[in-house]
């Protein structure tokens, strides 16, 4: 079902199905065994047929194969081939093992699929990937009940996964294709071929995503490969907009702002029953995806891919997932550890989530896997995220995955609704500005990811205003060499917990911590090597001094860096008119176009009470202090020169309340408004650092400096 801002129909509709036990016999090898490390496969080996038992010979099962809406369990002593395509069956318990045998087509149709304890489902091993094409289709009805599991624990249905133990093993054979790339020519509207950074490996009827290079994300097109030849890739259709495809020398610096092109297709692939062609026909498979990129959004009761309650291992590469996420539904995404705690065997490598119902790719109360290579597109909500800021979320690492067009949907359609908060301490997990990576504990490593794209969202979005289990000396960023681009906002700047649009967004602690930062709270840490333009609010924002924006590229801004509470800028380029001039505000004269939902740019209805009163005032601040001794400054520094520490203009006013009592805390910068580094201290007493960057076509004033003071 299609929605433009609309609510769901919910179907109640539930199967009745008979129930079909496969009772474990006796005598049958199992075989399976530990994961020893993150390159090993738990898996049975291929080349032996030894106890292997085919899904299609009946004496598998005593007399006949499995009937639509059984329920079968794989007992612990029993390893099955699965040699054929299942009929719609009422789920599969794996306590032993199910392979799939490679060679043809395989489907498997059933509400659910679940390995728990010892038991394995495996598509391929890493020494023998998987070649045929494989699907797991799930068809089980919207519902509050749960296969396995109570509260916080349970895991739903219509879904793919592990509990209480548990190994899958899928390797597809096209974890060996190019994930993704970059262009390394201009296309231009019109054009039926691309020419990319490399030669790739794609096929006729592969399906790709090539990813918005100006400031509209709804310029991301999907096409399908017609042809490949190295570099050069023919497309089913022509482009219906330009797409960026150069490196830029400005001050002695590249700055590469080449749109990114992803590959959907994988030949494995895990999807929900929505619009499925001929579930379990044998040797049939379409694709039902949507077309363009839009505003418009999918939703629905899509399948969800779970590994909750400690995993043994969880291998996953090759694999497509698409129609899956529980709209509205908490817990129920298309790739998600759940309570899986350790998970240093565990790895989710060259995949693809796409047409999501519900975000993408989520560690949720688990630590240590590795997101390597993946790809998303057209996600409702965060694209990767780390949940809850709890102490087990620690040592994931996202390396060189691509989100293209994440999208902020109505709070009615969110799995925590989203509200935002006036203090910040309640983000309901900040679905309200959803980012391409939602990191709540900030213990986690980030390098090599592009962020290309999203509607009223963050690219990467730093986000502790929940908390988390970290003690602040512990805090422990790696935040190296990503790429953010493209994230859309509303035509004024908001300020603090409103703000969205923003490349880099470091939100880490709770406003009543922002007062009075006489010593760093937490250890420095950088932002290394960022490459961020064309965002609609500020290419990047931090907080607090113990953050330093360093050795980056930040271009076709309308505010560079936003430093707050002293913040250092250091050693960046800052280039406010770049040689892309892809999709700057449709030719009306504005550098940026801006979006919102139908509802009107200030989302009534959507902010407490707190934050509406503020939006009714037409402006975001304090109350004023009821000491008069308590008096506020402002202080701004327009540079006229090239060193940030020779200041030629100062002006000094002493702020008055306005009619409502209110002090302004801050104020809307004009649409035309570009400020490389915009410093604005916070009550903090010191100057921020900004030191030996360098300023291509900026025009002043490079900085701007804005100081409160409070007389205590």
Known sequence: MKHNAANQEDSIVKKQFGRRQ???????????????????????????????????????????????????????????????????????????????????????????????????????????????????????????????GEDDMAIGTNLFGTFDGGTINIHGSSREKTDWTQLSATASAGDTQIKLAKSVNWEEGDEIVIAPSGT????????????????????NAALDYDHFGEVQNAGGQEIDMRAEVGLLTRNIVMRGANEVSNPGSGNSYSN??????????????????????DPNAVQIEGLE??????????????????????????????????????????????GSVTYKRNVGYDINGHGFLVEEGLGAEQNN??????VVFNRRVPQEDRPFGGVASATGDTNEQN????????????????????????????????????????????????????????????GKLRYKNLARGFGVLFQMFPDVLEQFPDDLIAPEHSIEELTAYNNGHSAVWTEWRHTTLENSAIADFRVGHFALGG?????????????????????????FTFTSDSGGSDDAGEYDDAIQELLEQGQDGIRKPEDTAEAELYTTDTETSDQNNKTDYTQTTEAGANSTGLYTTSEYLDDSSRTAVFNDTIYYRQRPSNEGNNYENVDLPKTYQRTRILEL
Do not use: M
């Not at 998987?130 to 749960?146: D, N, Q, R």
């Open 431 to 490: 679905d309200f500005r959803p980012g391409a990576f939602w990191i709540s504990n900030p213990n986690n490593i980030l390098k090599g990811n592009h962020a290309a794209g999203g509607h009223l969202a963050n690219g990467f979005f730093y986000d502790g205003r929940g908390g988390f289990e970290v003690d602040s000396d512990d805090i422990d960023i790696t935040f190296k060499n990503n790429t953010a681009h493209t994230y859309s906002t509303e």
């Open 22 to 148: 496969f009772l474990q016999a006796t005598g049958a090898a199992l075989a399976t065994g530990a994961v020893a490390g993150k390159s090993a496969a738990a898996s049975p080996d291929k080349s032996s047929s030894e106890g292997v038992e085919p899904w299609s010979d009946p004496e598998t099962w005593d007399g006949s194969t499995p009937s639509a809406g059984d329920e079968v369990t794989i007992g612990s002593d029993k390893h099955i081939l699965l040699d054929q395509s299942t009929p719609d069956l009422g789920g599969v318990t794996v306590h032993g093992v199910l392979e799939f045998k490679d060679g043809g087509y395989r489907e498997l149709t059933a509400d659910y699929l679940l390995a728990e304890s010892n038991g394995l489902i495996q598509i391929g091993t890493d020494d023998d990937p998987f070649e045929s094409k494989a699907v797991i289709t799930l068809t089980g009805s919207e519902t509050g009940e749960s296969i396995r």
């Open 288 to 309: 039902p995806t949507k077309g363009s990129t839009s505003l418009e959004y999918e939703s629905g009761f899509g399948a969800h891919g779970i590994f909750a309650k």
């Open 567 to 591: 913040s250092t800028t250091r050693n960046n380029l800052f280039l406010s008119d770049s040689d892309n001039h892809v999709g700057r505000g449709g030719g009306d004269g504005s550098f």
């Open 216 to 235: 509209d994300p709804k310029e991301a097109e999907r096409r399908t490969v017609k042809s490949v030849v190295g570099d050069s890739v023919e497309l």
């Open 321 to 366: 997932v698409y129609h899956a996420g529980q709209t509205g539904h908490q817990a129920r995404y298309p790739l998600h550890f759940h309570h899986a705690n350790e998970q240093s065997d565990s790895y989710i490598a060259h995949n693809s989530v796409h047409d999501s119902y519900q975000r993408g790719y989520n560690s949720h109360g688990t």
């Open 397 to 402: 690492e996202f390396v060189e995955n691509l």
